[in-house]
């Protein structure tokens, strides 16, 4: 067996097996069909457990590389349509939220960042903010995300903005109202809402159970398409691995660019973060979250990372916005991320997720 593992790396070893078998499967070396080991015997091949073995496979499970057949063992799944059965989807929550109980929120924490800032920042809270936003928030944002997410992006490329909805139509002013937009069907109506009160003329594309249909994506010539990777809403619908490698392939045959909005992939229950479309293909994707469903509903504050190849067309001709969030509140979530509070409370709702089966 080619394989081998190195148990002196400081990654773990169920991760060498999970990131070496991927490669395989993405590259076709292991085609779609292909039976894999039984666990027990590439245990014994490489000289591991069958429980690390067992881990490693699950987790190419849970991102739709490979599934299982009964009594027959793991096969790779990665390309076209997917057949296999998707993992359990947690329970889909109006994104709205004005009702989501908040019993599980750390306000005392809250609190305590919040009274810190007025002590610290002093009057500097009083100084309009950047039209960016802070370099506080961003450098926190951007050391968050590649804690929690893997994604390397310099501060410099993210951009604070009022809620994903302000953030829309940031998206339309910078790609253009000449643009044909393709939205999921069903999805968040507010999306289809904000980019036509733009000007933006939409393209709802039908989806599957493994994200938008082969055939609606192949035969759509939009120049922007906007999808929810992991639990699109209303649908609960996440796309498999090889769909979201057909969303980039489909933006870079078109020379297209895709609004990946990943408002709530935080709180997935799998024991790894699903992969962010941004992760496979950052010069063709504009990245979208909210602290409104990070942190609670009356935090209307989002960011957006921008492709390289914008950042010359915005600082033309979108850098003369002010920043719509004050900048009190940047101050807030930037010590509120940087102190860890953020990221205990999103791993409390995660272990009381599994708990509860979602």
């Known amino acids: 067996m080619k394989y081998s593992i190195d148990k002196n790396s400081t990654q773990p070893v169920y991760m060498q097996l999970f990131e070496v078998l991927r490669q395989d499967i993405i590259t076709g070396t292991l085609a779609k069909g292909t039976k894999l080991p039984s666990k027990r015997f590439m245990a014994s091949e490489l000289g591991l457990s069958v429980i690390t073995v067992e881990h490693a496979y699950e987790l190419l499970a ?107 139509s940031i998206v339309v002013q910078l790609l253009g109202r000449d643009r044909l937009f393709a939205l999921e069907d069903p999805s968040y109506e507010k999306i289809r809402k904000v980019y036509e009160a733009n ?22 010539t939009a120049g922007v398409l906007h999808v929810t990777p992991f639990h699109s809403y209303p649908s609960g619908v996440t796309a498999t691995a090889s769909k979201r490698r057909e969303y980039v392939s489909w933006a870079q045959e078109r020379d297209s660019f895709i609004v990946e909005d990943d408002y709530d992939a935080e709180f997935a229950t799998l024991r790894r973060q699903i992969e962010t479309i941004y992760s496979i293909a950052p010069d063709r994707v504009i990245y979208l979250n909210s602290f409104s469903k990070l942190i609670a509903p009356s935090v209307r504050t989002g960011f957006m990372l921008l492709p390289e190849s914008l950042m010359d067309e915005y600082n033309k001709r979108l850098n003369f916005y002010s920043c719509t969030v004050p900048i009190y509140d940047q101050y807030v979530l930037a010590e509120f991320i940087n102190a860890g509070h953020m990221e205990r409370y999103i791993n409390r709702r995660k272990r009381k997720q599994r708990k509860n089966g979602s």
């Open 199 to 220: 000007g933006a003329e939409c393209r709802m594309l039908k989806l599957g159970e493994d994200g938008i249909l082969s055939e609606e994506l192949s035969k759509c």
């Open 62 to 168: 849970d991102e739709g590389y490979i599934s299982t057949r009964e009594r027959s063992g793991y096969y790779v799944d990665f390309g076209g349509e997917s057949t296999a059965q998707r993992p359990g989807k947690a329970t889909i929550c109006d994104m709205s939220a004005e009702l989501k109980p908040m019993e599980d929120f750390p306000f005392s924490l809250l609190a305590k960042t919040m009274r810190k800032v007025l002590s610290d920042y002093d009057r500097r809270i009083l100084i309009k903010s950047p039209n960016c936003g802070c370099m506080e928030l961003r450098e926190a944002i951007s050391a968050y995300l590649e804690r929690s997410r893997g994604l390397k992006v310099a501060p410099e490329r993210i951009i604070i903005g009022s809620g994903a909805e302000y953030l829309y």
